[in-house]
């Protein structure tokens, strides 16, 4: 049971009693820091606003009202009205006693819900780059707490494999194949395939006519350009499928739902939004013009369905693609993890998707935005000379410099050993370091800090894992045999049990608020904790009593648990030694 629930429901029957209105919380939060107890109960205060009476005198009659419990050992009133709450040591050692046998690490399953998670989605034009890093791992990791906590997970990777640059690109794949080339070798490196189409269509004219006649010829179905352009998808696809293996993320081929997978949706789209007056003619286009989005001045926001010359849009897409999710898939959320410089975008699909009745009235749309991905230099992460950087060499660096550390760190290891390890330490540093960080805000890469082993990093927190696994290993035990009771003693053992108790609420925060950082914070904290119990409460020492022995075994086993699966859920692994 989570403690914080048990104290709001302790301290709210005591409120009800001292005769405040049943609206005003308790407002249980944990202490931030010991003096102030294990959690305080600030509600007092709002309360005392709200109907007029001393704050500090108000707190008083609540305290006068709370029946006694095992849970608490002592409450105490400080400053305005604060109320700080001890823990009873025997109730906590009871809890933490339980945490040891629980497999699912204390979390209480919610209803589950059926969530669809739109993520990584990348344009298939072109080779996945460092921009796309962002979109796949925050995704992925939201849906995999997802997953853990029993919701039915519906992976959408909505990729980009429709629009005007298929036709230049499947005319120059045309021309290079009848030359010979194969196209596996032809598209090895989409980035300088599509690069060499583009000056291409721009210097040859007879080329570029081609081009587009080619795009028409692939919307109406024409069977030699979609045979050419299914070649290009393929092997574009399986260019995506190798990255994610690389950066370990749970997208497997059947979670693939392109946009081009909605073409034969668009004309209903449309049609639907005319027979709504929804959409209407301006300048040869169709339109939606929104009300609920005006800007200041009263405007309208024009959302266009269809261009002049009859093509469908981004929009169009996007709107076919969210009736498929409600209706078809009976999502209750679904999540968007873009980019936030499609934030108006997103808004305008929502707000039309409800409004013209695509999306039933209770389905919860939510942009879980990010800011951008910067080079050390404040400045959008680049090539030297502007280019994008390739995300296949940004993860082959990474374990490069992780490879470099480990062997330094471990001169004894062997070579296959170093390079098993060094791709677990190489990853989880580059998905931990833009994990760990507010997603709202830009991300600063910098490869000395996500590889360092101190602070909050994959390394700290694998390194922290394989520290545990040691003093298994040094006992002769396995850390699933390690079974019996907690006995919380000293501050350091407290310390721990209370913030091993939180991981359920901490994962219920990550699924509703979409922000992994949070997860990172608490295992950085777990971690750290750990690491200063281990210091002040000696479990394999001498003198140490068998049954504290014991009971610091527990422990150490709730903590290294705790991390691996905290880890798992952001798709980093840990290793046994580093
Ligand atoms: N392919 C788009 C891009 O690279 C992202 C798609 C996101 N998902 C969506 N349903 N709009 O910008």
């Known amino acids: 049971m989570n403690i914080k629930i048990l104290l709001d429901q302790h301290f709210k029957s005591a409120m009800l ?101 739109d993520y990584s989605s990348p344009n298939l034009a072109k080779e996945m780059h460092a921009g796309h890093l962002r979109s796949t791992i925050i995704g992925d990791a939201v849906a995999r707490t997802l997953d853990y906590l029993g919701h039915s997970v519906i992976r959408q ?159 169009t897409t996007d709107l076919a693609s969210l009736r498929y999710r409600s209706d078809i898939l009976q999502a209750d959320r679904v999540l968007y993890f873009i980019d936030a410089r499609q934030s108006l975008h997103m808004k305008q699909v929502f707000v039309l998707a409800k409004k013209a009745g695509f999306v039933a009235e209770n389905v919860s749309l939510e942009h879980h935005a990010f800011g951008t991905m910067m080079g050390k230099d404040g400045k959008p992460f680049k090539t030297r000379s502007g280019g994008t950087i390739k995300l296949t060499s940004v993860l082959k660096e990474a374990i490069e410099r992780a490879a470099i550390l480990v062997a330094e760190k471990n001169p004894n290891l062997p070579e296959n050993e170093v390079s098993s390890i060094a791709r677990k330490v190489g990853i989880g540093a580059v998905k931990y370091a833009d994990l760990s960080k507010t997603r709202t805000n830009d991300y600063i890469f910098d490869w000395d800090s996500m590889l360092s082993f101190e602070g909050n990093t994959a390394p700290y927190l694998q390194y922290a894992y394989t520290r545990i696994y040691s003093i298994f290993q040094k006992a002769g035990i396995k850390k699933n045999d390690i079974t019996g009771s907690v006995n919380i003693v000293a501050e350091q053992e407290k310390n721990l049990a209370l913030k091993l108790l939180c991981f359920g609420e901490i994962l219920d925060q990550v699924a509703d608020q979409g922000f992994p950082h949070i997860l990172c914070s608490y295992l950085y904290e777990i971690a750290s904790l750990y690491m200063v119990f281990y210091e002040h409460c000696p479990i394999l020492k001498e003198n140490v009593e068998l049954q504290t022995k014991n009971s610091r075994l527990i422990l150490s086993k709730i903590a290294s648990l705790t991390l691996a699966k905290g880890l798992d859920l952001l798709g980093i692994e840990v290793m046994e030694k580093m």
Request: charged content about 25%; hydrophobic content about 40%.
């Open 17 to 117: 009693k001292a005769g405040i209105p049943r609206k005003c919380s308790p407002s249980i939060s944990v202490s931030a820091r010991s003096e102030f107890g294990d959690f305080q109960a600030n509600g007092a205060m709002a309360a005392a606003k709200i109907i007029g009476a001393n704050p500090r005198e108000l707190a008083l009659q609540i305290l006068d009202n709370l029946d006694p419990s095992e849970i608490i050992e002592k409450v105490e009133i400080a400053g305005p009205g604060f109320i700080n709450i001890h823990l009873s040591a025997d109730f906590l050692s009871q809890q933490i006693t339980s945490l040891g046998s629980d497999e699912s690490l204390g979390i209480s399953k919610p209803a589950p819900q059926k969530i669809v998670i």
């Open 157 to 315: 990777n909505h990729m980009g494999d429709w629009g005007t640059q298929f036709g230049m690109l499947i005319a120059e794949l045309e021309e290079q194949l009848s030359e010979g080339e194969q196209a596996q070798l032809a598209l090895g490196d989409l980035e300088v395939f599509y690069q060499h189409s583009k000056k291409h269509f721009d210097e040859d004219k007879i080329f570029a006519d081609k081009a587009r006649a080619y795009v028409v010829k692939l919307q109406s179905g024409d069977k030699d350009c979609r045979k050419l352009w299914q070649k290009f998808i393929n092997i574009s696809i399986a260019h995506s499928e190798a990255i994610y293996r690389d950066l370990n993320v749970t997208l497997k081929s059947n979670d693939i739902r392109p946009e081009s997978s909605y073409n034969d949706d668009l004309d209903n789209i449309l049609n639907d939004l005319k027979h709504k007056n929804l959409a209407v003619e301006d300048q040869g286009a169709q339109v939606v013009f929104l009300d609920e989005l005006a800007d200041k001045n009263g405007n309208p926001s024009p959302v266009i369905i269809q261009k002049s010359g009859g093509g469908y849009l981004y929009a």
